[in-house]
């Protein structure tokens, strides 16, 4: 008997409210504007496959992957992303990731064992919602969490005992081989349910071996109806050489291959929420062994999803998508707990589950927690993406070829394919590795970036402000006559080769900052001052600074900012006015420490400096610059005692 049938109606109730929490603030994290920017290549490709129909063998949108093999594994995703696309926008893009995601999700709790009282699932259901919500994009692996939930649920439920769900099994796997390079984990979980049910065989018990065995034959199968035939499995093998370090230099920098249990992984949200999964599951697993029950059913599919997990952050979701039901089969087996979930204590954990939910919406979530250029809300974020350039490119006829950023390369292949084409773009796959390390290495490498603009001839440059290659170039961009910046909003600046006729003229990025439409959002502000403080556009720095202050958001770092290019551009009157009032409002900020620190040392005040630098290492004891400045200020001053020493005869007056 489930403990929930036990529970009085004041319990019903609470668990009621949960539920509605729980729905609420899945909806708050799921609505959020879309700032993926490998979408845009995803359309780029499905649009045209729409238009020649024809599935791409041979790369033809960009130049540096030109007429090599492509392997299109997306192909039924972009073209679907393309067909919703022209229907509904962005908005449409969004509506349905939110839609795959909600069918995911209730495939999920679907497959939790419904005698565990629904409190417990509930909350389950939201471990496995925020564990996932870093890959709540609009990409093609919205088919893989869709599809692993969805055999899962089919499995558990044995709808391939009949040839009717056999054949809707094998379906799934044909549009998930054609969507996604991780379809062979459809096979590999028909085989883990397969492994499952030999023990029962040996001993002469019931079980479903031979249909399961007909089941992964059929599965099989459907991995090679594609296009590409047996060549679906080569591309798998190529995404599992990414989270593995192999391949360009390029996938070792990339957030989301980062290591699971990496700094960068561990100091997201997300990652808390999937090791509490990761514990609740390693616990129940202790839990039911030591009562001499467990269920084995999925424990080898659960096993391969963990281990699965820890080989990468993006890999995070697929262990939990399978570990909320596993969970509850090995508490359903001990009917544990065997009382139902008190109401006040579902009560306080919905309250828990709906401050979590209000975080994206009222904004915190995107400015502290997890900053991100996208907020709560409907479409493609206004920040992030360069929306005036292809207007810009197209009245001033720019035809390339140019050197971009890899975070823009679909985004120009969208707007400008076929006559315009990026360098290249997200689809690493398609690129020879060493080209490809080489247009990376390019920007923080004179050499190599001579190589490359006598290679293609570069006529422009795009460059997004958040990303690695713009750290590398820009502050050469800005010092040659050769490029000139014609173009810049709060996203990317547009650099065009002097030599050129017609020129646009140059413009000020003092322009930029003075525009009365932006900033949109605080990252506007953040990212524009990137580009201004590489390109050591002090004035307009300082102004876009100032502005980012009046928005509110994230006060005592932008102080910091702020203070900093006062010093920068040799203000220190401003400087130590901002550092002053960012003490006086923070007052053990120990930024603000040092650098008065450095304002008053380089007064020659080295009393003061010194006690700056003193409060600095009170406040914080591992500040290896506070304490570094700190010995080079005694040094100073020592030198200074034994000069006047020795100007006094060796006497001390």
Not at 42 to 61: K, M, Q, V, Y
Not at 149 to 154: E, K, P, T
Not at 206 to 235: E, H
Not at 318 to 346: G, N
Request: glycine share 6%.
């Amino acid at each position: 008997m489930s403990p929930f049938s036990l529970a009085t109606p004041v319990s019903k109730r609470a668990s009621q409210l949960l539920a509605i929490a729980t729905v609420l603030t899945i909806a708050a994290f799921l609505f959020r504007q879309i700032h993926e920017m490998d979408i845009w290549w995803h359309l780029a490709i499905g649009r045209d496959i729409l238009a020649r129909h024809a599935i791409p063998i041979i790369d033809s949108f960009s130049i540096a992957g030109a007429g090599r093999h492509y392997h299109d594994s997306h192909w039924l995703f972009q073209v679907a992303a393309a067909v919703i696309h022209g229907a509904g926008g962005m908005v449409g893009i969004q509506l349905f990731m939110v839609l795959t995601w909600g069918v995911t999700l209730w495939f999920c709790y679907r497959s939790m064992d419904s005698t565990v009282a629904m409190p417990i699932r509930l909350f389950l259901l939201f471990l496995t919602v925020m564990a996932a919500s870093e890959r709540f994009r609009p990409r093609p692996e919205l088919f893989t969490y869709l599809m692993i939930a969805v055999f899962f649920f089919s499995l558990r439920e044995r709808t391939f005992l009949t040839r009717r769900g056999q054949l809707l099994i094998g379906l799934f796997q044909v549009i998930w081989t054609n969507s996604h390079g991780l379809f062979v984990l459809g096979p590999f979980m028909v085989l883990c349910a397969w492994l499952s049910a030999l023990p029962d065989r040996w001993r002469g018990k019931s079980n479903d071996l031979v249909p399961l065995s007909r089941l992964l034959l059929l599965c099989m199968f459907a991995t090679i109806i594609s296009p590409y035939g047996w060549g679906t499995w080569r591309y798998a093998l190529l995404l599992a050489t990414e989270v593995k370090g192999g391949g360009p230099a390029i996938f070792r920098f990339l957030g989301e291959l980062s290591p699971t249990l990496g700094f960068d992984t561990m100091s997201k949200p997300a990652f808390w929420f999937f090791a509490a999964l990761f514990v609740l599951c390693l616990a129940t697993i202790i839990f039911a062994a030591c009562r001499g029950r467990i269920r084995t059913n999925w424990l080898p599919m659960v096993a391969g999803m963990a281990l699965l997990a820890l080989s990468g952050r993006r890999n995070m979701v697929l262990f939990a998508l399978v570990a909320s039901p596993f969970i509850c089969d090995q508490l359903a087996i001990h009917a544990w707990p065997r009382k139902p979930v008190s109401a006040p204590i579902t009560l306080i954990v919905a309250a828990a589950v709906l401050f979590w939910g209000s975080l994206p919406v009222s904004g915190i979530y995107y400015t502290s927690l997890h900053p991100k250029p996208t907020r709560f809300g409907l479409g493609a974020t206004p920040s992030y993406f360069p929306y005036g350039l292809p207007a810009f490119l197209e009245k001033v006829s720019f035809r390339g070829p140019i050197y971009n950023c890899n975070l823009l390369g679909g985004f120009y292949l969208f707007h400008g394919y076929p006559e315009l084409r990026p360098l290249f773009d997200g689809r690493w796959e398609v690129y020879d590795p060493a080209t490809l390390d080489e247009i990376m290495e390019a920007a923080y490498n004179k050499n190599l970036w001579q190589k490359m603009l006598s290679r293609y001839d570069f006529k422009g440059i795009l460059l997004h402000h958040d990303a690695a290659e713009s750290r590398g170039l820009l502050p050469s961009l800005a010092a040659d006559p050769m490029w000139r910046l014609v173009y810049l909003d709060y996203a990317a600046s547009f650099w065009m080769r002097s030599d050129q006729p017609a020129l646009p003229p140059p413009l000020d990025p003092a322009l930029v900052v003075s525009r009365p439409d932006h900033p949109v959002n605080y990252y506007d502000c953040l990212s524009l001052g990137r580009f201004l403080y590489l390109t050591n556009a002090s004035a307009a720095r300082i102004a876009n600074l100032n502005r980012a202050l009046t928005l509110g958001v994230e006060r005592e770092f932008v102080l910091e900012l702020l203070g900093g290019a006062y010093l920068d551009s040799a203000d220190d009157v401003k400087a130590e006015a901002v550092f002053t009032d960012l003490l006086r409002q923070y007052p053990r900020n120990v930024k603000a420490m040092v650098n008065m620190a450095v304002i008053y040392g380089n007064r020659g005040n080295l009393p003061k400096a010194e006690m700056y630098l003193n409060d600095a290492i009170l406040h914080d004891p591992d500040n290896a610059t506070a304490r570094s400045n700190l010995t080079t200020l005694r040094r100073i001053k020592k030198m200074n005692a034994d000069l006047l020493l020795s100007l006094n005869g060796g006497t001390k007056e």
